[in-house]
C-alpha cells in the first residue's frame, strides 16, 4: 500500500510473486486499485475452476488475496445468501469478502480456519492485514518512507529494502540459544511478523492500528470431570475434522509412531476418507531408533496406503540447503530435513496432508510439563521471569564465551525478553501448567514448528492441515484441569483415553520419542573438520562470531566433548547468510552439499 494516492508497479507485484511461486504453482494474479497493489499465488483445493485470486466484491470495493482455508465456508455461504449475499466463486476464501461487508470490523471471530491475508477496502481507503488465531500461516510486512510491503514470506520482500539487509542482534542470539526467534521482530531489521491472532488496520497516511481479535489468555479454566470432559472432547474432534476434511483435491496424512497421529488416523477413517495414502520416515545405516513399525500397525489397522521412508544421514544432510532456503527464517529445528522429504514425496501425488501439529502443545504431552516444583524454583532462580521454562540455553555457556561476538554478547538480555513478557502476562488464576502450555502456544509453536510445517510443505506446492490447532480445541485444551492433562509422568491423558478404544492393541504403551534426526551420524570426522574449514570462509560466521574459536570448537566435537549443536548452528546460519544476505535470488537445489553452501563467494 501506498502513501500520498501512488499507484503500485504491476511489475514490483509479479517480482514478488516469483519469489512466492512455490506456494502457489497452479495460478496467480495481481489487482491494482488506487493506493493499493494486491498479488497471489495460488495452490487451488477448493472450487478449483472459480477461486482465482486476488478476488473482489461489491462492485470491485473490496479486494482479497489469501493464503489458507476457511474450514466453516459452508456455513457462512448459508447465512449469506439468506441475507441475499450470493457467493460468486466455489472458494472457501470469498466468504472473508462477504463477512467483512455483513459483520464490519468483527468479522474474524466469525472466521474458522488457517489463513493470513490482506483485503483493501477502497471506499475507506483501508487495508487489512490479518493472521489466523494460532499463526499456522505465515504473514510479514515491511514499512517503508512511501509504502507498507507485505508477503507470506521474507524472501518476498527483501529485494524492497532501501540497502543491504541488516541483522537483528536480539533475533539472532534467540535463534542460537533457543533454535528459533520469537516476537514481532524478526531476523531482519525491519521486516516484521504479524503476530497470531492480530489483524493490522492501515490507513492512506500509512498509520498502523494493531487489534488483537484473540488471545488464549482470555481462556478461563473449567472445572470438569473425566466423563464430561471425553464427551466434550468427542464433539469437538468431530466438528473439527467434519470442516477440516473439506477439499476438492484429494489428501494425505503424515503418520508418526505417536499418539496425535494415530488420532488424526482414527478419525480420518471413522469419517469415510478411505483408503489414503498415508507417510512416514525412518532411517537406513544409524542405530538411531524409529516409529516405522509403530506407524506401519497405525496405517495397516486401517486400512491405509502407506509409504514408509528409510532415509540415509548423507540424504538427510543433503536436505540441508533447500530446507534452509524454504524455512526463510532462521530456525534450528532438524526434523526440518525429514519433513522436507516427506513432503516432497507426499506432493507427487497429493496437494493436502493431515500433520498431528499442536497435540503437545494442546494437551500438554512435553516433558518440559512435568518438572517437579523444585526443579522450576532452581530454574527460576538462574533464570528469572519465565517460570524456568525456554530458560536454559540450548549452547553450552564455555562456546558462548569463545564464539559470540560483541554484539550478541551485548544482546543478552533481548534476546529473552519475548519469553519473559509472555510468562508475566498470564493471569494468577492459571496453574503452572497452564502458563507453560501458552508460552509455547505464543513462542514456539508459531515461530518454531509450525514454521517447520508450513515451509517446508508449502516449498513443494503442499498444504498442511493441523486440526489439533483448530482454536476450538485450543480453548478447549488450555481450560482442562491439570490432572485431566498429566497423570504422574503421563502427558495428554484425556486424548490417550479417547482413543484407546480405537487404536491397535499396544500403540499407546511405548514411549514417546519425538521426531529425532540422525545429523549426528553424517556430522562426523571429515565432514566436521571440512565444516570448520568452510565456516572460516563466511562473511557472516565472520561479522558475527569469533572465528579463531572454530578450530578449538571442531577439534572438541571430534573428539567426543561436545560442540555438535554449536558447529550445526554455525553452518547453518552461514548457509542462511549467503543465502539470503551475500547473493539474494539464489535458491539450492533440492538436494544440494552442504558444505558447497557455507564459505563466502570470493
Not at 530456525?331 to 497435540?359: C, H, N, Q, W
Request: neutral net charge; aromatic residues 8%; glycine residues 8%.
Amino acid at each position: 500500500m501506498c502513501r500520498n494516492g501512488q499507484q503500485p508497479e504491476p511489475s514490483l507485484l509479479w517480482d514478488m510473486a516469483r519469489q512466492l511461486g512455490h506456494r502457489g504453482p497452479d495460478d496467480s494474479g495481481i489487482h491494482c486499485q488506487g493506493a493499493a497493489g494486491l498479488a497471489q499465488t495460488r495452490l487451488s483445493i477448493i472450487g478449483l475452476a472459480t477461486g482465482h485470486q486476488p478476488m473482489s466484491a461489491d462492485n470491485g470495493q473490496l479486494a482479497l488475496a489469501a493464503n489458507g482455508e476457511v474450514y466453516n465456508y459452508i456455513e457462512l455461504n448459508q447465512e449469506f445468501r439468506r441475507l441475499q449475499r450470493m457467493p460468486a466463486t466455489d472458494s472457501d476464501c470469498e466468504s472473508i469478502l462477504h463477512a467483512y461487508a455483513v459483520y464490519g470490523d468483527d468479522f474474524l471471530t466469525h472466521l474458522r480456519g488457517m489463513y493470513a491475508f490482506a483485503l483493501y477496502d477502497h471506499a475507506r481507503q483501508r487495508l487489512l492485514l490479518v493472521r489466523d488465531r494460532l499463526g499456522i500461516k505465515p504473514l510479514f510486512y515491511l514499512r517503508l518512507a512511501d509504502r507498507i510491503a507485505f508477503a507470506s514470506e521474507i524472501k518476498a520482500l527483501l529485494p524492497l529494502l532501501p540497502a543491504r539487509p541488516e541483522l537483528c542482534a536480539s533475533a539472532l542470539r534467540q535463534f542460537l540459544l533457543q533454535q528459533f526467534s520469537s516476537g514481532e521482530q524478526t531476523i531482519v531489521n525491519g521486516i516484521r511478523r504479524v503476530l497470531p491472532g492480530e489483524m493490522l488496520a492501515i490507513d492512506a497516511r500509512l498509520q498502523i492500528r494493531r487489534h488483537r481479535y484473540w488471545s488464549p489468555l482470555e481462556i478461563a479454566p473449567q472445572r470438569l470431570g473425566a466423563d464430561q470432559a471425553l464427551e466434550q472432547l468427542d464433539g469437538l474432534l468431530a466438528d473439527c475434522m467434519r470442516e477440516h476434511m473439506r477439499s476438492d483435491v484429494p489428501f494425505g496424512l503424515f503418520l508418526s509412531g505417536g499418539l496425535d497421529s494415530a488420532l488424526l488416523a482414527c478419525q480420518l477413517h471413522a469419517r469415510g476418507a478411505g483408503r489414503i495414502h498415508s507417510f512416514s520416515v525412518g532411517y537406513s545405516a544409524t542405530s538411531m531408533p524409529d516409529e516405522l513399525d509403530a506407524a506401519r500397525r497405525v496405517a495397516d489397522w486401517f486400512g491405509f496406503q502407506h509409504h514408509a521412508l528409510q532415509l540415509s544421514p548423507a540424504r538427510v544432510a543433503a536436505r540441508i540447503p533447500h530446507s534452509v532456503w524454504a524455512a526463510d527464517e532462521l530456525m534450528r529445528d532438524y526434523a526440518s530435513m525429514p519433513t522436507s522429504i516427506l513432503a516432497e514425496t507426499a506432493a507427487r501425488d497429493l496437494k493436502v496432508v493431515f500433520t498431528g501439529e499442536g497435540g503437545d502443545e494442546v494437551f500438554a504431552g512435553y516433558g518440559r510439563y512435568r518438572t517437579t516444583r523444585l526443579q522450576r524454583w532452581a530454574k527460576s532462580l538462574l533464570f528469572p521471569g519465565s517460570g524456568g521454562l525456554r530458560s536454559r540455553p540450548q549452547w553450552s555457556r564455555h562456546w558462548m564465551r569463545q564464539l559470540l561476538g560483541p554484539a550478541l554478547v551485548d544482546a543478552r538480555e533481548q534476546a529473552r525478553q519475548p519469553f519473559v513478557d509472555n510468562w508475566q502476562s498470564t493471569p494468577p488464576t492459571w496453574s503452572d501448567l497452564q502458563r507453560r502450555q501458552y508460552m509455547d502456544l505464543s513462542t514456539a509453536l508459531p515461530d518454531n514448528l509450525l514454521v517447520k510445517t508450513d515451509r517446508m510443505q508449502m516449498a513443494f506446492g503442499l498444504e498442511g492441515r493441523v486440526p489439533f490447532l483448530d482454536h476450538r480445541l485450543v480453548e478447549f485444551g488450555l481450560s482442562l484441569p491439570d490432572h485431566l492433562k498429566v497423570r504422574g509422568r503421563t502427558g495428554k491423558w484425556l486424548p490417550r483415553q479417547w482413543a484407546a478404544p480405537y487404536l491397535p492393541p499396544g500403540h499407546l504403551d511405548h514411549r514417546k520419542r519425538g521426531f529425532h534426526v540422525p545429523i549426528g551420524d553424517w556430522m562426523t570426522g571429515e565432514v566436521a573438520t571440512h565444516i570448520g574449514q568452510a565456516l572460516l570462509h563466511s562473511r557472516g560466521v565472520a561479522q558475527w562470531f569469533k572465528s579463531d574459536a572454530i578450530e578449538a570448537l571442531v577439534g572438541a566435537y571430534r573428539a567426543g566433548r561436545g560442540g555438535g549443536r554449536e558447529l550445526f548452528c554455525l553452518m547453518q546460519f552461514a548457509i542462511w547468510h549467503r543465502i539470503f544476505i551475500e547473493q539474494p535470488g539464489q535458491r539450492p537445489q533440492i538436494d544440494d552439499n552442504p558444505l558447497d553452501w557455507i564459505a563466502s563467494d570470493a
